[in-house]
């Protein structure tokens, strides 16, 4: 193998943070590429400067407070522990993709919909199983005025009683390439739902058009998330779809919370009415928690290193 697919083996290897040495050490003991040159080590740390170059989105670095860097994989970066490092202060601390979960159920808690974050550590999955379920599932149960309509609509069609969302969350989307692998993630893992979206914090506007375009295509929408959520935009609306029950018995089998998420949702559509409320409370308690106001916000943003408007008030 060549050093940089080396390289990318050894992170890959190592959910961890490793210097350009550590690295070069993993691949002579393993014996993972031949060095021809007469300084192996700098020929290791010129080409992780590549790929941070080239933005290739599999390598990501932090700086320590000594201004030396630190890679890790990034698929491995909701694993990996950075709170044992010093960091240089002049260089913000990225927070982590799972950091915007609160900020996004905060969002549509506000647009009545209850969310889930599916955790992936924890579903029985194969090696071949790269996409198997989204980062967040939602349920919006139709509000009517009147309980004989509703009970008249569960009666004659329970699906069209409630709606299911399904959100892969990236926490920005600089090019091109990683537009399409995320698209696409969000395509492998979400179709299943009435409605999908990717979510982003942070876009490149040049990849808006194509964006439309994907939509268009394949129905998938898009949501920018806003670091205050209220202020979070739909771009691209996800194109309704009819539930996929095959898949959703398939993501129940592999993954115990997507499994109590629908048994909720299931138990909420049979309750009698001196049940509903108990049942709905049930749900909210196994959702994620929202935060509650502006103040709580900011100082969970500030706490993850989230970027914030510090011009909005944080009373």
């Known amino acids: 193998m060549t050093i940089k697919e080396a390289i990318l083996k050894t992170l890959e ?21 031949k060095f021809n040159s007469e300084t192996p080590e700098a020929t290791v740390s010129a080409l992780l400067g590549d790929f941070i170059r080239n933005n290739d989105n599999r390598v990501k670095r932090i700086k ?26 002049k260089e913000d601390i990225k927070y982590k993709e799972r950091d915007l979960h609160q900020l996004f159920v905060t969002y549509l808690g506000a647009k009545n919909i209850f969310a889930k974050t599916i955790y992936h550590e924890t579903s029985k999955q194969s090696l071949n199983q790269k996409w198997i379920h989204p980062d967040i599932i939602g349920v919006e149960f139709l509000q009517l005025k009147s309980k004989i309509s509703s009970n008249f609509l569960k009666t004659i069609d329970k699906n069209r009683f409630f709606n299911l969302y399904s959100y892969e969350l990236k926490r920005e989307i600089k090019n091109d390439y990683e537009l399409k692998e995320a698209y696409f993630q969000a395509v492998s893992n979400s179709s299943w739902a009435n409605y999908s979206y990717l979510v982003a914090l942070e876009i490149n506007d040049n990849l808006l058009d194509e964006l439309q375009r994907l939509n268009q295509s394949f129905g998938i929408g898009f949501i920018l998330l806003n670091s205050y959520p209220y202020e979070s935009k739909i771009l691209f609306s996800a194109k309704y779809r009819e539930l996929d029950v095959k898949t959703i ?13 629908i048994k909720m949702i299931d138990k909420y559509l049979n309750a009698n009415d001196d049940y509903i409320d108990g049942t709905k409370k049930e749900i909210l308690e196994f959702c994620d928690d929202i935060l509650r106001d502006d103040g709580s916000i900011y100082k969970y943003c500030k706490s993850k290193n989230i970027p914030f408007d510090e011009k909005r008030d944080k009373s």
């Open 13 to 33: 290897n190592n959910k961890k943070l490793m210097n350009h040495k550590d690295i070069y050490n993993y691949i002579k003991k393993n014996n993972l590429a």
């Open 64 to 89: 320590t407070e000594k201004s030396t860097y630190l890679y890790y994989f990034s698929k491995y970066e909701n694993e990996i522990n950075f709170e044992n490092e010093k960091f240089d202060k």
């Open 249 to 261: 018995d398939r993501l129940c089998e592999i993954n115990k919370d997507f499994e109590k998420f």
